[in-house]
């Protein structure tokens, strides 16, 4: 066992503050970390708070994690010491499932382990996340990270980069295509990177007009705004495939209008009710699909890793030490950073 150092809440109403604990000594297939990064979900919010029930405490959150690799076990292959590594939304899974067995262990059968706020496999002792020094896990759930990449700005592609990395490339994006990226967030700003760098025409949709900018800044060809329903109404139809990054119930009428026949549109933000309702007929004239889809699984991971050294595609992100969490999480539910927080977890050192 390893004495591990980090922050974690207590309860929902809580505030993040120092948190001793436990991790494992690293078994013949697992990997120690010393983390260096740790990204701000917006979902890290939402659990440490218990937004969405369930929670359980204490809770270190953390999923976009990025360190260096102190200790491998005898059996490791894929990592030595000193290189850099990354460890996402899951730490296991039952690795027998037909999922599992298909390289898609976010679909697992039986439940993939989360990185924080999931018990660890077979076990009641609690799986605690990156907000912390260090973490042990099997090699199969950590990928390989290219030092040539900005490691502080590599973190966020741990969730909100493999989010919609993985449906665009099982839609075959690419050369040719018309995508558009509706909302301009922590995941749609990683949204229009990966389709531009597929080959795509982008189209950032957008709510807000003063984005548009940004949009083009991040690689967008055009810069559609919702609201404008003459706008709208000249792109109807037009679209191969559209990818919805909203975080909230909303109206998905108006972007089903968009599609081409045969052409899909991919949830990725919204967890809760969409409303008001689809409307079926928007479906069935053109043949038009709605889809969903989680994170990615620890090969498409590994590939989107690999595609981003190749492209040299990071997120946008703000750095800010581990005193400051708390803040961070405020100005997270007023929609205040572009794009992404990351934790400087040399700073728990500073106490």
């Keep these: 066992m390893s004495l591990a150092h980090g922050y974690a809440a207590q309860d929902a109403h809580s505030p993040l503050a120092p948190f001793t604990f436990e991790r494992r000594s690293p078994g013949p297939n697992d990997v120690r970390i010393e983390i260096l990064y740790s990204g701000i979900c917006h979902s890290d919010l939402h659990q440490a708070r218990d937004h969405w029930s369930g929670a359980l405490y204490p809770m270190v959150p953390g999923h976009e994690i990025i360190g260096r690799v102190a200790e491998v076990g005898a059996q490791v292959t894929k990592f030595k010491v000193g290189d850099y590594a990354g460890v996402g939304c899951m730490v296991d899974s039952c690795r027998h499932c037909e999922h599992c067995n298909a390289d898609l262990e976010q679909y697992c059968a039986e439940g993939a382990t989360w990185t924080y706020n999931s018990k660890l496999r077979n076990s009641e002792e609690l799986a605690f996340g990156g907000y912390s020094d260090h973490i042990v896990v099997e090699e199969r759930f950590v990928v390989k990270v290219s030092p040539k990449l900005d490691l502080k700005a590599v973190a966020p592609l741990l969730c909100a980069g493999i989010t919609t990395y993985s449906p665009l490339r099982h839609w075959q994006v690419g050369p040719g295509q018309k995508v558009g990226v509706i909302?301009?967030?922590g995941l749609g700003h990683m949204g229009?990177?990966?389709?531009?760098?597929?080959?795509?025409?982008?189209?950032?949709?957008?709510?807000?007009?003063?984005?548009?900018?940004?949009?083009?800044?991040?690689?967008a060809d055009e810069v559609l705004v919702s609201r404008d329903k003459d706008a709208m109404a000249a792109h109807a139809g037009s679209f191969d495939f559209l990818l919805n990054t909203i975080p909230v119930g909303h109206d998905v009428n108006p972007y089903v209008a968009l599609l081409k026949r045969d052409a899909t549109m991919v949830l990725v933000g919204a967890l809760t009710e969409l409303e008001p309702a689809l409307r079926g007929v928007n479906l069935m004239f053109g043949r038009k699909r709605i889809s969903g889809s989680a994170i990615g699984g620890m090969a498409e991971t590994q590939e989107m890793m690999d595609f981003c050294a190749e492209h040299g595609i990071v997120s946008d992100v703000e750095m800010v030490p581990i005193q400051q969490v708390n803040e961070a999480y405020e100005r997270l539910l007023k929609n205040d950073v572009r794009y992404r927080f990351v934790i400087d977890m040399a700073s728990l050192e500073r106490g």
Excluded: E, W
């Design 183 to 185: 909302g301009l967030g």
């Design 192 to 219: 229009v990177k990966f389709a531009k760098a597929m080959g795509a025409h982008v189209v950032m949709i957008t709510s807000t007009p003063d984005k548009g900018q940004d949009a083009k800044r991040l690689g």
